[in-house]
């Protein structure tokens, strides 16, 4: 390792929900954080927020599946705030549907977010984090990795993740960089709330059944995943690497 890695963060997917709650909690840890996603006002807002609140933050728009963007994203990070030592995938979106109903579009799109998405970042990140000789990525994975009615590209994006983590955990350990995935359960966000919408259910009732189903009897907010990735990212979590953790509540989904 380095004398003193520098502390930068990427975060994607971060201008709402748990991207959001995850560069907040980096930035209060002393990170300085980039803020991605396809929503360039989202996370100037979130940037300029977390800036007034005594950190240092950019937002950067761009879409994760597209090469060239990515690493035009990664290389105005490094300029900007410093070489990103600390990568967080979370960029990702819905696409719900039966198998027979659901479209190829439906499956390409996901797959490019959270797959494409999470490989082309992480090439990007990783030669700055091995340069450094330390660095850490964390992928978000779901419950819905263990299967999912209405989410066959959802549940294997989600799934292959793990095996992704797994993988550039063993070819990126000799760096100093680990890699884990977390893998949520219900969530109080924005998507949560559309599914609910989606299905016809008020979210007030739609959490409330989700809660009656998890051990702890509440649905989890994006602080719960954040101080999991907070701890994943530190210097405590050096010997942590290539695990799927389950912050869903309980033991099953």
Known sequence: ??????????????????????????????????????????????????????????????????ADAVDAAVNTVAERLGAPTVLVNNA???????????????????????????????????KHMTQQNWGRIVNL???????????????????????FTKTLAIELGKFGVTVNAIAPGFIETEMTAATAERVGVPFEEFKKAAAAEIPVRRVGQPSDIAG?????????????????????GGPKA
């Open 1 to 66: 390792m380095t004398d003193s890695p520098s502390r930068v963060a990427i975060v994607t997917g971060a201008g709402r929900g748990i991207g959001a709650a995850v560069a907040a909690r980096l930035a209060s840890d002393g990170f300085s954080v980039a803020l991605l996603d396809l929503a360039a006002d989202a996370v100037d807002a979130r940037a300029e927020a977390i800036t007034e609140a005594g950190g240092r933050a950019i937002g950067v728009s761009v879409d994760v599946s597209d």
């Open 92 to 126: 990702g979106i819905t696409r719900d549907n039966l198998l027979f109903k659901m479209t190829e579009s439906d499956w390409d799109s996901v797959m490019n977010v959270h797959l494409r998405g999470s490989f082309l970042m992480s090439r990007a990140a990783q």
């Open 141 to 163: 994975s779901s419950t819905s990795a263990l299967g999912n009615r209405g989410q066959a590209n959802y549940a294997t994006a989600k799934a292959g993740l793990q095996g």
């Open 228 to 248: 999991v990735v907070s701890f994943l990212v530190s210097d405590d979590a050096s010997f942590v690497s290539g695990q799927v953790i389950y912050v869903a």
